[in-house]
């Protein structure tokens, strides 16, 4: 599914539905978009998101169809099984307010397609979305921290003990601009993801176009890369600068880290888990304490 979806972005990059000078806005946007930060609220094993779906859609639905039976109609088709990744949902939300706006005119056989293209974004973005925020963005937010606490003279989590304590701006600093970080990513694409399904509402790939999501993957993956280097190479360094241990420099450390850091990247390119590289490294660090013996290896980690 996510090589369908990435291929779907790519071929429809060039033919954007949504004009960036002229973006589609989309009526009640506002109530939906607050409503769908409680999509997790009422999961649930049997169908998942579809209370939290059906809560964040209603102003929406109240707005096309007024109330009565057609209300009713349009709510209990949306208490079917729903489940995307909740950052991403506003692209679902969208297209299917703009669907709903197309069946209340008497669209042909718009309620079967509705439900058919909402079943398919709804896996297509759960598969980036957790990429792009699982993946990446939430392991970056501690490696922000940690770069932050590095830059600012906060050495706590490294060096136990550490004679000068870290002023409260520090101390908080790191985990509140890693929590920033994530939280605009995650609003801008709630937002816009209501704005860009509602412009091309009733495309399964609706949506697949908004970003280079394949490009922003990897992107985000080189910057994982570079933050766990540059946290390595600068603890490995403040080690050596700080006498832990003084008889050796940092040089053997950092290389030993990015070792490890390379043999994950290999296992991951080889289709191989990170049980696989952990293996691997164990088995060259057993056999290194074999042919070398322990007091050749004294590495502090």
Not at 38 to 53: K, P, V
Not at 72 to 88: E, K, W
Request: aromatic share 12%; glycine share 10%.
């Amino acid at each position: 599914m996510l090589r369908f979806a990435f291929s779907m972005a790519e071929t429809t990059a060039k033919n954007s539905c949504i004009p960036d000078a002229h973006p589609v806005r989309m009526p009640s946007a506002l109530p939906v978009f607050l409503r769908s930060f409680f999509i997790q609220a009422g999961w649930n094993y049997e169908r998942f998101q579809n209370l939290g779906f059906a809560f964040a859609i209603t102003p929406a639905l109240r707005r096309i169809h007024g109330s009565g039976e057609k209300l009713s109609a349009a709510l209990l088709r949306h208490l079917a099984a729903f489940n995307t990744q909740p950052y991403m949902a506003g692209f679902v939300l969208g297209n299917v307010v703009r669907m709903e706006e197309n069946l209340a005119g008497g669209g042909a056989d718009a309620e079967r397609k509705m439900l058919e293209v909402k079943a398919a974004l709804s896996s297509g973005f759960a598969a980036i979305g957790d990429r792009v925020f699982w993946g990446r963005l939430k392991p970056m937010t501690t490696q922000l921290c940690l770069m932050i606490w590095l830059s600012s003279g906060f050495y706590g989590w490294l060096l136990p003990g550490a004679d000068s304590g870290p002023t409260a701006a520090v101390l908080f600093g790191g985990p509140l601009a890693g929590m920033a970080v994530y939280g605009a990513f995650a609003l801008y694409l709630r937002w816009t993801g209501l704005h860009r399904g509602y412009a091309c509402g009733g495309a399964s790939s609706c949506g697949f176009d908004a970003l280079n999501w394949a490009g922003l993957i990897r992107t985000l993956s080189l910057a994982g890369f570079a933050f766990s280097f540059l946290i390595v190479a600068g603890a490995f360094l403040l080690l050596w600068l700080r006498g832990r241990p003084a008889e050796a420099g940092p040089l053997p450390r950092i290389a030993l880290a990015l070792g490890a850091m390379a043999l994950q990247r290999a296992a991951r390119r080889l289709g191989r888990s990170i049980f696989s590289a952990m293996a691997a490294a164990l088995a060259a660090s057993l056999a290194a304490a074999l042919l070398l013996g322990p007091e050749r290896l004294r590495l502090y980690l």
